[in-house]
């Protein structure tokens, strides 16, 4: 299980674009599980929308993105790197997301390839499945390294 500061120590996202709050399993470079316990204090829901807040979907997207990056920087091949979302495919949401639900985010690896990579992610709110996508990894250079 990781907390935040240890997943602020994996990838580069801060407050208040930071989008997962603890993981609970990681199998490096191919499996994680992870959880955004979702507010009204989160800064989307000023103008998403007054009276309805709704969590816009691309954030539900960049959550996976975000699990997916630490389950991979968790091997050694991806030091000094970044890892950046480069597609995403066959992505349905088939629910909503408010203030108070608890997303449940997993990620699975089916490639790996030459510092690319591709992910089947999927979001869950009280067993309920709100999202799943295909999601598509670089690993670049990180701005360190320049």
């Not at 407050?15 to 989307?44: C, H, Q, S, W």
């Not at 408010?98 to 699975?108: F, K």
């Not at 089916?110 to 999202?131: A, H, P, Q, W």
């Amino acid at each position: 299980m990781l907390d935040i500061n240890e997943i602020e120590k994996l990838i580069p996202h801060r407050f208040p674009f930071l989008l997962i709050d603890r993981i609970l399993e990681i199998d490096e470079g191919k499996r994680a599980v992870g959880i955004k316990n979702v507010t009204m204090n989160d800064y989307f829901f000023q103008g998403h929308f007054p009276g309805k807040p709704i969590m816009p979907g691309v954030l539900m997207i960049e959550s996976m993105a975000q699990l997916g990056a630490c389950a991979l920087m968790q091997s050694d091949k991806f030091k000094g790197k970044l890892l950046v979302l480069t597609g995403v495919n066959r992505c349905k949401f088939r629910g909503t997301v408010i203030p108070g639900d608890q997303m449940m985010i997993e990620i699975q690896f089916s490639e790996m390839k030459m510092g690319m990579g591709k992910g089947k992610g999927k979001i869950t709110v009280d067993d309920k499945l709100i999202c799943e996508a295909e999601l598509m990894f670089a690993a670049v250079d990180s701005q360190d390294e320049k």
